[in-house]
């Protein structure tokens, strides 16, 4: 299950995820990445209570990444321990912005 809480002021978005980011939740976060970040510069990613990402999450950050190049910056925060071995085992600590 995951819990995705959006907040939006202006150009900037800030999207809190709660729980798990898998196969089954991926497509949740990514519809509403896409539905959101049309003419934002700014997105981050408070992963403080993101207790596990798949590849399928992975893969949905990854592709907001490449959007995010374009017209602005991401910012991935708060991750825990598990969730930041992940990013390094993977080789995501290299590509995403991690704070």
């Known amino acids: 299950m995951l819990n995705i809480s959006k907040n939006v002021e202006g150009s900037k978005i800030s999207v809190a995820l709660e729980g ?4 089954v939740t991926a497509p949740q976060l990514e519809e509403e990445l896409k539905s ?34 374009k017209q602005g910056s991401m910012v991935v925060k708060n991750v825990s321990e598990e969730v930041n071995e992940i990013f390094e085992v993977t080789g995501f ?3 995403l912005t991690i704070e």
Not at 20 to 23: H, I, M
Not at 38 to 65: C, H, N
């Open 20 to 23: 798990r980011l898998d196969t």
């Open 36 to 69: 959101s970040l049309e003419g934002k510069t700014d997105l981050i990613i408070d992963a403080a209570k993101l207790e596990y990402i798949s590849s399928a999450g992975l893969r949905v950050l990854l592709s907001a990444q490449k959007i995010m190049s």
């Open 93 to 95: 600590s290299d590509i």
